[in-house]
């Protein structure tokens, strides 16, 4: 049974960084694809950037300056890391496996 | 980046429609198109991967074509259960994009 899980700080203050972290169980990150998508609170889906497989990374054009994606297969997580956070970060992040499973998103407050 | 256009914004359907929801590229995709439900609250569900291919556990009510560079989502004779918001993902070329989302209401 494929499963993920996001864990990480509801709150973070503007200017720092977020440290977000998708566990998975039930399949291997280096034969699938992980992504991390974020939906600020009543709007749209955003594709972050993914992990693929073979440990390369992609990132959205709009973030790729703030954001970091890498992994540790020997305890089946994949971390996200942005910095200079900003209010309009607020929202809900999620992972997914290469899109067809999901995890159940993790909501992130940028406030001070 | 290529730029996915969803339309429409929002749309109130009675359940003997047919419902179609649109997403056109910007350029060429090779049908990697996909489809997603999501319910306040919830993570978004995947309904049809690879423009026309149906996602386990989806009732066959729902179904993807595509014309062009245009890819559509029909639901044939919705259920009440079928509102939510529907997403259009595109997963040809990094980095993905995801249309702005289909707001769908059975009245």
């Known amino acids: 049974q494929v499963q993920l899980t996001e864990s990480g700080p509801g709150l973070v203050h503007p200017s720092e960084t977020l440290s977000l972290t998708c566990t998975v169980s039930?399949?291997?990150?280096?034969?699938?694809?992980v992504y991390w998508v974020r939906q600020p609170s009543g709007k749209g889906l955003e594709w972050m950037g993914r992990?693929?497989?073979?440990?390369?990374?992609s990132y959205n054009s709009a973030l790729k300056s703030r954001l970091s994606i890498s992994r540790d297969t020997s305890k089946n997580q994949v971390f996200l890391k942005m910095n200079s956070l900003q209010t309009d970060d607020t929202g809900t992040y999620y992972c997914?496996?290469?899109?067809?499973?999901w995890g159940q998103g993790v909501m992130v407050t940028v406030s001070s | 980046d290529i730029q996915m256009t969803q339309s429409p914004a929002s749309l109130s359907a009675s359940l003997e429609e047919i419902v179609t929801i649109t997403c056109k590229a910007s350029?060429?995709?090779?049908?990697?198109l996909s489809w997603y439900q999501q319910k306040p609250g919830k993570s978004p569900q995947l309904l049809i991967y690879?423009?026309?291919s149906l996602a386990d556990g989806v009732p066959s009510r729902f179904s993807g074509s595509r014309s062009g560079t245009q890819y559509s989502l029909k639901i044939s004779r919705p259920q009440v259960d079928d509102s939510g918001i529907y997403y259009c993902?595109?997963?040809?070329?990094?980095?993905?994009?995801f249309g702005a989302g289909t707001k769908l209401e059975l009245k």
């Open positions: 350029q060429g995709i090779d049908d990697y």
């Open positions: 993902l595109q997963s040809y070329s990094t980095p993905y994009t």
């Open positions: 690879d423009a026309t």
């Open positions: 039930g399949f291997s990150l280096t034969g699938y694809s």
């Open positions: 997914t496996r290469a899109s067809y499973d």
């Open positions: 992990m693929r497989y073979n440990g390369d990374t």
